[in-house]
């Protein structure tokens, strides 16, 4: 079953990174307890400019995260983010075996 890498990145203002990393504290909890993979990573060179990277582990996997009832426990958290980034680009690819 092949895997699918999802990140999204985008950048956040200097003053609201606190504000960001509570919001993203729940989120990398959220997935600690789940079958994906997540990481954040901070961009080297560019201060406050992130990348949030999941690994699904499966097509269906990550079709069923769109699902608003699959992320309820962290919606709000995911709001808080996305209302604070800027420039925000999405990447998908598809595992190959």
Do not use: C, W
């Amino acid at each position: 079953m092949a895997r699918v890498h999802f990140s999204v990145s985008y950048s956040i203002a200097d003053g609201k990174r606190g504000e960001y990393l509570n919001a993203i504290a729940n989120v990398r909890s959220f997935y600690a307890n789940t079958d994906v993979d997540f990481a954040l990573f901070e961009v080297k060179g560019k201060h406050n400019h992130f990348q949030e990277v999941y690994v699904f582990p499966s097509h269906e996997a990550y079709e069923a995260s769109d699902d608003p009832e699959a992320t309820a426990a962290i919606s709000a958290s995911l709001e808080k983010i996305y209302s604070l980034a800027k420039d925000v680009r999405y990447d998908v690819a598809n595992e190959i075996i």
